[in-house]
């Protein structure tokens, strides 16, 4: 990417993460996933699957033009 677009990034990723609900929490935010090809991923509670969904929905309209390619893992606490 660009300068201009890492920038614009970074800035829409900041306004999303001001955005959030407290429904979602962001726990942890990693540049990199060692011994995956992913550069870089999100570690998030949600109070409610529809919370998550609603969530993804927004993320991925926000990121989609430069976060390509995403994988989800989901994880239920006993």
Not at 14 to 33: M, P, Q, T, W
């Amino acid at each position: 990417m660009s300068e201009e677009e890492v920038k614009k990034a970074k800035e829409e990723w900041e306004k999303f993460k001001n955005s959030l609900g407290e429904d979602v929490r962001i726990i942890g935010e990693y540049a990199h996933a060692w011994g995956t090809h992913y550069n870089g991923f999100i570690l998030l509670e949600a109070s409610n699957f529809d919370a998550f969904q609603s969530f993804w929905k927004k993320f991925r309209d926000t990121t989609r033009w430069y976060a390509i390619e995403t994988h989800t893992i989901f994880g239920e606490k006993e």
